[in-house]
């Protein structure tokens, strides 16, 4: 797509002040420094005093709105800058960095009150507020709307009781965008409300979970009580199913270019670390991972397409339905494990036995252990099938023994069952 006058011109600006600014990041290095689950606590708040150098030159939340910190320009501008900025090293805030200008902050941005946004959205474009979703619970994670996290009201505050899972970069967050039962007698897609809980509040307990790649990124939240006003309430007390949807909706691609921030594969593009992979596998000239290189090519210029599509879908309509997100989503759920596995075929033992220093053969590997993440998080395949059974193919939902009975009576039910 040609820029316009107005873009091309704000393109060489921004193309000036990265080159100013910014470190050139090599060859084949990704835009980012090191993944920022991996950073110490120095090398973090480096990377948050980056983030604050874009703000204040304006170039964080462009698109967002200006009442707010933003720039209010359009989301071309944010592109030409997007752009331009993939030859920097930007920075890299890691998981919570990725929530906090994705789900977490584009769902703020549209249900917290003018109150709310002026008081965090600014902190939050400066780096000074990263947040992060406290969603899924132990007993409640494809059933999201079954959570048992509560929030009790004492006088003017809130006190919160529960405990989440499965939050990435909670340990480096400040906040954490909590859903909590606020009323038992509604049924259970009612009477939920969101609280932004500070993560260093009393009562607050962090506790990283260690994974088969070695890493910590996911953690577990344990609330005892912690205490939040009703300026902390995000959206409307007892509606958070509603703010929940959007969350889900941008999550899964709504609202944005990239759905999950994956790049667009132009047609003549092959991956440049499929191509390093091959020759450091000795393999540049075997016909066999040619062609396995070819079918990866294809398929990611396939999903490239869909992308665009199902976005496209998505900011056509006045409200997006969850269901057309979830092709998108069901669709990196079933690749991605193909895809790391047909890496793993052409790497043959570079990706099983590497030296200091592969970083091919340890991609490799890391992406392979890591390639079921999307078949789960946001919602496994088996809920994405159903969203686009129930709500785009219009086919019967599946039969629901909880539909409409009051929360408190589903879950004395479900104890009954369990102890009987």
Known sequence: MTDTPEIEEYRERARQWLAANLEPRDPGQSAH?????????????????????????GYAGINWPSEYGGQGLSD??????????????????????GTTYG??????VRHGSPEFLARHVPRMLAGDELFVQLFSEPS????????????VRDGDKWLITGS??????????????????TDWDAPKHRGLTWFAVPLNAKGVTIRPIREITGDAEFCEEFLDEVEVGDDDVIGEVNKGWTVAQTLLLVERGAGRDDPLHLPTVQAADVDP?????????????DPVARQTVAR???????????GQRVTGLLKAGDKPATGVASYWKLAAGVYNPERARLVLEIGQGLG??????DEEGQRAALDYLNSRVWSIAGGSNEMQRNAISEQVLGMPREPSFDRGKPFREVVNSARQWFTT
């Open 33 to 57: 420094g090191r993944g920022g689950t991996q950073q110490d606590d120095e090398g973090f708040q480096a990377q948050r005093a980056l983030q604050k150098k874009l703000y204040e030159a």
């Open 76 to 97: 071309a501008h944010a592109r030409a800058f997007a752009e331009e900025a993939v030859r920097y090293r930007t920075p890299d805030l890691g998981h919570p960095g």
């Open 273 to 285: 670390f499929l191509l390093d992979l091959t020759r450091a596998a000795g393999r540049a000239q």
């Open 164 to 181: 989440k899972i499965w939050t990435s970069g909670a340990h480096q967050a400040d906040y954490g965008m909590c859903l909590a039962r």
């Open 352 to 357: 099983l036995v590497w030296k200091d220093g």
């Open 140 to 151: 409640a994670g494809s059933d999201m709307a079954g959570i048992t996290t509560r929030a």
């Open 296 to 306: 990866i090519h294809t398929a990611d210029w396939a999903r490239g397409q869909l």
């Open 103 to 108: 789900p977490c902050g584009q769902t703020i």
